[in-house]
């Protein structure tokens, strides 16, 4: 089956007692025995729901895996692949990266004796540099968060196998729609659910994806363990999203081309960047690798943080606000709001500016959203 069809129907039969379509909410923290040790397929709403059963096989699906693994946020679905390691592993990740990662392996991991070192993951030969005796996994994301950069997976693959560690994809921005780490050869997939593959700004979660049995089990474990699991009205919800993500995923692309095409030309912009553009340094790789370039838009504006003060207070359509993927568009400051705890010299370092503006494109009617960047934009003039 299609993608389209899988997105409607996998893990998502018609409920076998009533006929329902949809796959009902299982609002239950617990399940009834036929006798002492004798547990029906599900005993304890944390360990396993059907609601959340069918949000992980649709998920391992529309990313061709064989176990999908739904958590409470994008940060619990991390943690769960970090604990895969122990003190003393090493850790290799793309240095452009969600703020909210890096405050994790930095305050939280690295105090348990992991340590992390970050490499540019565009270039595939620093990525196999950076790599020591210790290292067992690879982070990277693609496209980046926030300077879309893109990293070539199929040559990562290939540093992380010959070096016997995992890599792991963060396929928030692009979505399984547009793009499919699995296929490329990673052996982890992660997402903020909350994004795109919920859609509509209205729940929290996490997901993994996995097809190998010997980093499933573990997995499993911790999720059960640890219990960051989703609530049940969390996981309808992202089902729900889910059954419209191809159109939706068609709708923010169409939106975010036209709009970086008028981006690039406007005289108030250094850069742009978006994958989708014949300007981006990446943008064959982006067309080998992904079937569409995503919602996702970053821009230096000239003129530093006052310029972009001047261009969010002009703003009438795009909301000012953390978050990205929903059907209405958005846009953030990274600096101070999503890498604020990326230490300041740090995001010079890693090309995040005092001019950088982050849009989250929405499917709102492309001429409304034009004509509200363009009025922004006239006030930093």
């Given at each position: 089956?299609?993608?389209?069809?899988?997105?409607?129907?996998?893990?998502?039969?018609?409920?076998?007692?009533?006929?329902?379509?949809?796959?009902?909410?299982?609002?239950?923290?617990?399940?009834?025995?036929?006798?002492?040790?004798?547990?029906?397929?599900?005993?304890?709403?944390?360990?396993?729901?059907?609601?959340?059963?069918?949000?992980?096989?649709?998920?391992?699906?529309?990313?061709?895996?064989?176990?999908?693994?739904?958590?409470?946020?994008?940060?619990?679905?991390?943690?769960?692949?970090?604990?895969?390691?122990?003190?003393?592993?090493?850790?290799?990740?793309?240095?452009?990266?969600?703020?909210?990662?890096?405050?994790?392996?930095?305050?939280?991991?690295?105090?348990?004796?992991?340590?992390?070192?970050?490499?540019?993951?565009?270039?595939?030969?620093?990525?196999?540099?950076?790599?020591?005796?210790?290292?067992?996994?690879?982070?990277?994301?693609?496209?980046?968060?926030?300077?879309?950069?893109l990293a070539d997976l199929r040559a990562l693959?290939?540093?992380?196998?010959?070096?016997?560690?995992?890599?792991?994809?963060?396929?928030?921005?692009?979505?399984?729609?547009?793009?499919?780490?699995?296929?490329?050869?990673?052996?982890?997939?992660?997402?903020?659910?909350?994004?795109?593959?919920?859609?509509?700004?209205?729940?929290?979660?996490?997901?993994?994806?996995?097809?190998?049995?010997?980093?499933?089990?573990?997995?499993?474990?911790?999720?059960?363990?640890?219990?960051?699991?989703?609530?049940?009205?969390?996981?309808?919800?992202?089902?729900?999203?889910?059954?419209?993500?191809?159109?939706?995923?068609?709708?923010?692309?169409?939106?975010?081309?036209?709009?970086?095409?008028?981006?690039?030309?406007?005289?108030?912009?250094?850069?742009?960047?978006?994958?989708?553009?014949?300007?981006?340094?990446?943008?064959?790789?982006?067309?080998?690798?992904?079937?569409?370039?995503?919602?996702?838009?970053?821009?230096?504006?000239?003129?530093?943080?006052?310029?972009?003060?001047?261009?969010?207070?002009?703003?009438?359509?795009?909301?000012?606000?953390?978050?990205?993927?929903?059907?209405?568009?958005?846009?953030?400051?990274?600096?101070?709001?999503?890498?604020?705890?990326?230490?300041?010299?740090?995001?010079?370092?890693?090309?995040?500016?005092?001019?950088?503006?982050?849009?989250?494109?929405?499917?709102?009617?492309?001429?409304?959203?034009?004509?509200?960047?363009?009025?922004?934009?006239?006030?930093?003039?």
């Amino acid at each position: 089956m299609r993608f389209e069809t899988r997105a409607i129907h996998d893990g998502q039969p018609s409920d076998p007692v009533t006929g329902a379509v949809m796959t009902p909410v299982y609002q239950t923290s617990t399940f009834q025995q036929d006798g002492i040790g004798k547990p029906r397929a599900y005993e304890y709403s944390r360990s396993g729901n059907p609601t959340r059963a069918a949000l992980e096989a649709a998920l391992a699906s529309l990313e061709s895996g064989k176990y999908g693994l739904a958590f409470a946020s994008g940060v619990a679905a991390t943690t769960a692949v970090f604990n895969l390691l122990g003190p003393g592993d090493h850790v290799v990740a793309g240095e452009d990266l969600y703020g909210g990662t890096y405050r994790l392996l930095e305050k939280v991991f690295r105090r348990w004796g992991m340590e992390t070192t970050y490499v540019n993951a565009a270039h595939p030969d620093q990525v196999a540099a950076a790599f020591t005796d210790r290292t067992r996994l690879l982070w990277v994301e693609t496209p980046t968060n926030p300077l879309l950069k893109l990293a070539d997976l199929r040559a990562l693959a290939d540093v992380a196998r010959t070096r016997k560690a995992w890599l792991a994809v963060d396929n928030t921005f692009a979505s399984p729609y547009f793009q499919r780490p699995l296929e490329l050869g990673a052996h982890i997939v992660v997402h903020s659910t909350t994004k795109y593959l919920g859609g509509h700004s209205d729940v929290i979660g996490g997901a993994v994806v996995v097809s190998d049995d010997e980093l499933y089990r573990p997995l499993n474990t911790y999720q059960n363990t640890a219990g960051a699991v989703p609530g049940l009205w969390d996981c309808w919800l992202v089902l729900r999203g889910l059954k419209t993500l191809a159109v939706r995923m068609q709708a923010h692309e169409q939106n975010a081309l036209r709009l970086a095409r008028f981006l690039e030309k406007h005289p108030a912009i250094e850069r742009v960047y978006y994958p989708g553009l014949p300007a981006h340094p990446q943008h064959e790789l982006a067309k080998r690798q992904m079937s569409g370039f995503g919602g996702m838009i970053s821009f230096d504006l000239k003129g530093g943080f006052p310029a972009v003060e001047r261009f969010v207070g002009g703003l009438k359509l795009f909301l000012l606000a953390e978050s990205l993927g929903g059907v209405e568009s958005l846009a953030c400051y990274p600096p101070k709001m999503t890498h604020s705890s990326i230490p300041p010299s740090e995001r010079r370092r890693r090309g995040i500016g005092a001019g950088l503006v982050r849009l989250s494109v929405g499917i709102e009617h492309v001429d409304d959203l034009e004509q509200d960047l363009r009025q922004a934009l006239n006030t930093c003039a």
